[in-house]
């Protein structure tokens, strides 16, 4: 009974529950049938929005009015306003733009007061987009005009880089009918553009007149020049809009004014680095409690004289009061702890020791043409060679000569052989001795270098001796390298020829004076023992034979040397050679 009973009541539980779930089986499929899905198989909307009324008219004349609206086809937005919106004249303040559904309103500040008989240009760049798929309108504009006719004229043109010819975005390009240099920095331009990332500009809808043309990166946005914190760049003659020009303007940043000492380490004895904004061939230190007999100094500059380092021997006092200055002009007064001889021989962070901190040691490829160089932490004071020896593989070798630097801080090896020893043309007297201009080779090729230096062979200025030092190198194979051979028509000032990798790090400079010989004026240049990469050539023009790029002035209205590259890059490749004819036009 009990079996048949369950049996029974299950069956018939089971068809309820049979026709529950057919029901819900239905129910799901009906209703993932009724989602609602986007139609398939149409083409994706690419059409930007449309215009269909300007109120007033766009190009509308004797412009009086203080709200403008302009409606679409479609629901629009605005993306990234800030940075696209131009208007040019630029207003005294920026007019409140709103979009509500398919209309986009210009509202002008209420106490605005537009320029009688000028062409106003509201450009949008590519802020306006439909609201769905983001298609933007390029390039748009509304243009008025609160004079009877619109200005029609155009100014093309480039900004560039005055050093690399690196273009970039953004940079403002600006036209004043006020021709005087302080206009610049007092006033907003009649007119103005923007570069893009080519460094391309366009100025639109120009009255017909002469214009001083000035570009600048434009830090803070005020449409004014702010001196040397921002770039500048001009064309020295006012610009006749009327005349077809594509115009290229050289941008640069001007001498800093002031220069000025922004920090200074002492962290060893007898050495403190001072660090300026910029460099000065006229920077000096002078101690103010140097009361002492026996005491000496060094100065030693980078470079580009931005740092300058002292050292001073034999000095005993606690404190070291340092007066630093340009030319006659005192910049700073330092006064610190000094570190004395005796806390620099306790010190395990920084003992007072002479040691390498750079040579060639282990390096596997060193350049056949390749200068070696030891560097040491402290100004050598003198060598003796009987305890240098150097060896090509297993030989000593004597051909080797071995010099102190002018900054006292580097020993350089180098190949004593007269007939690597030329007088230069251009300086009658002088003597140089370039492996880039000759082709002439310090090592040989594929061979292991060893440079053994016993204790004892360098002195520093503070009486300290070298331990024992081993330098290992290899040189490569001549087959790695390739050549060029530079036929360069010379040019009609003194000028600086530099080879250049693709990242722009000078790897060969050449220094020429102006040729006395107009007969004459070509020069060969040799590049032996290049790497197989590739490279471009540049031209200074050195104008004032200082050998190096010097940048502009804006109210000296001088602009900075010109510079040059060749049009192609040169693709190095081993064991090749090259001959390569510049002329500069």
Same mark, same amino acid.
């Given at each position: ?17 049979s026709?529950?779930?057919?029901m819900?089986v ?12 986007a139609?398939?198989g149409g ?9 269909l009324?300007?109120?007033p008219?766009s190009?509308?004349?004797n ?21 696209q =919106?131009?208007?040019?004249p ?7 733009v709103?979009i509500?559904n ?21 450009s949008?760049?590519?802020?306006v ?12 504009q509304?243009i008025? !005009? ?20 690196s273009?970039?975005k953004g940079?403002?390009?600006m036209?004043? *009918? ?15 553009a923007?570069t893009d990332?080519d460094?391309n ?8 007149g ?20 921002e770039?500048?760049?001009f064309?020295?003659?006012p610009?006749?809009? !009327?005349?077809k020009?594509?115009?290229l303007?050289?941008?640069f940043?001007e ?9 200074y ?5 007898g ?12 920077l000096r ?19 580009n004289k ?12 606690d404190?070291?009061? =340092?007066?630093?200055?340009n030319g ?6 330092? !006064?610190?702890?000094?570190?004395s001889?005796?806390?620099?021989e306790?010190?395990k ?5 002479l &040691?390498?901190v ?7 490829s060193?350049?056949l ?9 402290h100004?050598i004071?003198s060598y003796?060679?009987q ?7 297993t ?13 006292k ?7 004593y ?5 030329y ?7 002088t ?6 201009e ?5 090592w ?6 060893h ?20 330098i290992?190198?290899?040189t490569?194979e ?8 530079l036929?360069?028509?010379?040019l009609?000032?003194?000028?600086i ?16 004076l &102006?040729p006395k010989?107009?007969?004459?004026p ?5 590049? *032996?023992?290049?790497?197989?990469? &590739? ?14 790029w ?15 590259y060749?049009?192609? =890059?040169?693709?190095i490749?081993?064991?090749?050679d090259?001959?390569l ?5």
């Open positions: 009974m009990f079996k048949y009973n369950f049996y029974k009541i299950n069956t018939s539980a089971h068809q309820h529950i026709t529950f779930i057919n819900l239905i129910a799901i499929m009906f209703s993932s049938c009724a989602q609602i899905l139609p398939g083409a994706k909307d690419t059409t930007p929005p449309k215009v009324k300007f109120i008219d190009a509308q004349l412009f009086n009015v203080k709200n403008i609206a302009i409606e679409f086809d479609e629901f629009v937005a605005l993306k990234d306003l800030n940075n =919106l131009l208007i040019s630029p207003l005294a303040k920026s007019p409140d709103t509500k398919k209309t986009l309103f210009i509202e002008l500040d209420k106490n605005e007061t537009l320029k009688p008989n000028t062409t106003y240009c509201i949008f760049g590519n802020a987009q439909d609201l769905n798929e983001n298609n933007a309108i390029e390039n748009f509304y008025f !005009s609160t004079g009877t006719f619109i200005d029609s004229l155009k100014l093309k043109g480039k900004v560039q880089n005055a050093f690399n010819q273009t970039e940079i403002l390009v036209l004043y *009918s006020d021709l005087s240099d302080s206009v610049v920095y007092k006033s907003q331009p009649d007119y103005f923007k990332k460094g500009f366009q100025i639109n809808n120009i009255k017909a002469k214009y001083k043309l000035v570009a600048i990166k434009d830090a803070n946005n005020n449409y004014k020049y702010d001196g040397e914190s770039s500048i760049g064309v020295d003659a610009i006749d809009v !009327s005349e020009q594509n115009i303007i050289d941008l940043q001498p800093l004014k002031k220069v000025y000492l922004k920090k380490i002492h962290d060893s004895h050495k403190v680095s001072l660090f300026f904004n910029q460099g000065s061939d006229s230190v002078q101690p103010l409690n140097n009361d002492q007999k026996g005491v000496q100094e060094y100065l030693q500059f980078s470079k931005d740092t300058l380092t002292y050292w001073i021997k034999n000095f005993i006092k404190s070291l009061i =340092l007066q630093v200055s006659n002009k005192i910049l700073d007064t330092v !006064s610190l702890k000094f570190i001889r005796e806390e620099a306790k010190s962070k920084n003992p007072l020791k &040691k390498v750079s040579s060639p040691n282990g390096n596997q060193f350049d043409g390749g200068e070696l160089r030891i560097k040491f932490n100004p004071s003796q060679d305890l240098i020896t150097l060896k090509e593989d030989t000593i070798i004597n051909r080797y000569k071995y010099t102190i630097e002018p900054d801080e580097r020993i350089l090896f180098a190949v052989d007269s007939s690597n020893i007088e230069d043309p251009e300086n009658p007297g003597f140089v001795q370039h492996f880039t000759k082709g002439w080779k310090n040989k090729e594929n061979t292991n270098y440079i053994q230096i016993l204790p004892g062979a360098f002195h520093d200025i503070f009486g300290l001796t070298n331990d024992t030092i081993k290992d190198f290899k490569r001549e087959k790695y390298y390739g050549s060029v051979k036929n360069l028509y010379a009609p000032s003194d000028y020829v530099q080879l250049l990798d693709e990242a722009g790090v000078v790897v060969r400079e050449n220094f020429f &102006k010989n107009i007969a004459s070509k020069k060969i240049i040799e590049y *032996s023992y290049l790497a197989p990469k &590739k490279y471009k050539l540049k031209i200074i023009y050195d104008d004032n034979g200082n050998h190096k010097d940048t502009g002035n804006y109210l000296k209205k001088t602009q900075p040397e010109k510079v040059i060749n049009s192609e =890059l040169i693709n490749r081993s064991n090749w090259a001959e004819e510049w002329k500069v036009e």
